[in-house]
Each structure stands twice: as C-alpha cells, then as structure tokens.
C-alpha cells in the first residue's frame, strides 16, 4: 500500500514528543529546570491538563522528575526509544480526564447501591483497606497506599452484590495500574502526607455513610472525591 491510515492523536502525546525533542536538541541539559506548565502550555497553544498528562508519561518514562514546589527536572537525555515508548503509553492508555469522568459518573451509584445492602463482612473488609490506606498514607508510602486504595474501590464494587455491576466496573478500576494516571496521581493529586491524609478521611466518611445506610451521603462524597480530583486536574 502506498499510504498509511490517519489516525486521530492525543494533544498530551504530541505535547511529550516536543519535550522530549526539546531535551534531545539539547536545549534542557540533564539537571535543568524545564519552564513552568503554564509556560509549556503557552507556548504550544495546548490546555496544561494536557501538559500535565505529557509530564505525568515523561516522569513515568524517568525522563523527569517533579520537584514539590521547585517544579520538572530533566533526568537523562531520552533516547529515540525513549520518545517513542513514552508517545506509546500516552496514546494506548486512557485519558487521565476520561479516567476521572468515567469513575465520577459510575461510583457514586455504586456507593448509594452498597450503603443499602452492605453486609458486616464487606463492611469490616473496607475498614480494613481504610487502615492501610491511613497506615501507608503516615508513612508517605504511595505505592502501598495506591494499591489499598485500589483495594477500597475494587471491594466497594464487589459490595454492589451485582455481577452487572462488578463487570462493568472492573476495567474502570484496572486503569488504576496505567502508569499516566498513576504518575498524575502521585504528584498532582497525592503530592505529599497531608494530601494523603485527607484523601484517606474521605473515604472513610464514605464507609461511615455506608456504614450508616446513608445511601445520600455516600452518593454525594464518592461524588465529592471526583470533583477535587478534577478541579486539581484542571486547576
């Protein structure tokens, strides 16, 4: 054939490649700062969640690091390897805003479902995902308190007692694992302890609510969760 398809391409995608072709020209050595998101995002006319999706892929990839409140530092000079493996994961994951509208649409339900049917021993196995969360989350543990928290929402869905339910849920709760989103959790959402801590006690006013067979209230801070993962996304 003498042509190939077209295909659509995600903005965050094409925003990693001219980083990451910044970094190859040389123009941000191994040590330097990269500009700010707001600086990347003006000057390559994209939104900076899309920015934040790029960063989120090249710190993944190790090409980066985010440094609390200093800013994005270059680690090493990406091979072309490296450009392509990290455009790859962008556009073979989905979107951290797709992610985010999904579980915000579809958990909320799911909660008020269990909040009504919940048993002592999905109860007591939530209770225990909330102490390791807060366990893991004093420790300043991210990936141990990840995968707790993985654990609360994958029970949670198991809760609903509703095969329909579960299954539909399950490849949602999977794109926890995608290494994007992950990276966009742990430094925009899960930065430090106290965002962690804070996180934790939101979801335990999600159990308490459950716990309570406030189907309302467990509705509307399972709503509450996605709403400030979402403003921070686009703030």
Known sequence: MAFKKVRPRKVSAIAAEQIVEAIQRGDYPVSSKLPSEFELAEQMGVSRPSIREALSALQAM??????????????????????TDAVHMIESEAGCLEVMEARGVLEPPVAALVARKATSDVLEQLQGYIRQMREHAAQDD??????ADKGFHVALADAASNALVTSALAPLLETMDQRVYREFTR??????????QQVVDLHHEILEAIESNDDATA??????????MREIWEA
Not at 70 to 76: A, D, E, H, P
Not at 142 to 147: G, I, N, R, S, V
Not at 219 to 228: G, I, L, M, N, S
Request: no cysteine; proline share 4%; aromatic share 16%.
């Open 219 to 228: 509705f509307a801070k399972t709503v509450e969760h996605w709403d400030r």
């Open 142 to 147: 991210f990936d141990a308190y990840f995968e």
């Open 187 to 196: 430094h925009y959402y899960l930065k430090n302890v106290d965002d962690l």
């Open 62 to 83: 190790s090409i980066i690091e985010s440094r609390p409140g200093s800013g994005n530092y270059v680690l090493k000079k990406p091979s072309m390897s490296d450009e």
